[in-house]
């Protein structure tokens, strides 16, 4: 793999599962509220 | 209301502090000699890293917490920790993996800090399972404070593990002193999603639990009178 596209999946990795954990957690609790 | 805006907030002024460290890494930041562009993942696999150490932390002290005052709000606390560590070790290992590949032409070699890392990720998934698995509310929080203490203890593992045994990881590293404010820049973001997650997920956690009481006694009430109409 070509590294400078390993390294921007890398970088897409931490921010698809840190931020889709956050988008995740926002809807749960969004719903447990109303 | 003006605690909403203070999450709102807090949220933006992590997503811009995200943004902004991708930025400095891609633009600023020199590539190392040796390994090329390949070692800028260092500026987010190592503070997701020490992040999942923190999570860890944070179920290993919240387990001692309910152990000690048996207060459901640290049980709350610890499977909030364990949740964040578990995404956030997935992310250690993935990244891991792309710059293993790229710097020492192998996804994956069963050396002692990568396969201690690999343990740790498998015991906080275990403790999630573990706590899905028992039905009593109390004797899931007792299992879960012992099995977080336990788990607690491969973290040390994976620090000393590159220091003190024969390791593929360098035990330290020299950098450039933009290398190193790109680090510590790094850390912000990271350490605000991390501390963001584990609260969101613990309101969550209390929220549910919440519920779960008020259905509960809502159910105890409504079939009580039943019973007594029924006696008389």
């Known amino acids: ?34 | 209301m003006t605690r909403q805006y203070a999450i709102i907030a807090y949220w933006l002024l992590t997503a811009v502090a995200f943004i902004g460290a991708i930025v400095l890494v891609f633009t600023w930041t020199p590539e190392e000699s040796s390994m090329g562009v390949i070692q800028k993942i260092f500026y987010f696999h190592l503070p997701v890293a020490i992040n999942t150490f923190l999570a860890c932390a944070v179920v290993f002290v919240a387990s001692v917490g309910y152990l000690v005052q048996r207060d459901t709000w640290w049980d709350d606390l610890a499977a909030a920790a364990a949740n964040i560590a578990v995404v956030l070790c997935t992310g250690v290992l993935l990244t891991g993996m792309l710059w293993a590949h790229g710097a020492w032409g192998v996804w994956w070699t069963w050396s002692p800090r990568l396969t201690f890392s690999f343990m740790l990720w498998l015991l906080y998934v275990v403790y999630l399972l573990v706590r899905s698995s028992v039905e009593s509310a109390q004797r899931r929080a007792l299992v879960s404070a012992v099995f977080g203490l336990v788990a607690f203890l491969d973290v040390p593992l994976v620090y000393l593990s590159a220091r003190l045994l024969p390791d593929i990881h360098p035990g330290q590293i020299a950098l450039a002193p933009e290398m190193k404010l790109t680090l510590g820049f790094c850390m912000i973001p990271i350490t605000l999603l991390a501390a963001g997650l584990i609260c969101t997920q613990y309101k969550i956690n209390k929220l549910r639990r919440a519920r779960q009481l008020q259905r509960q006694e809502q159910f105890q009430l409504g079939v009580a009178p039943t019973l007594a109409g029924g006696s008389l």
């Open chain 1, 1 to 34: 793999m070509n590294p400078f596209v390993a390294t921007c999946v890398a970088y897409g990795i931490i921010a698809l599962l840190l931020w889709g954990t956050a988008a995740k957690l926002f809807v749960e609790s969004w719903n447990l509220r109303r």
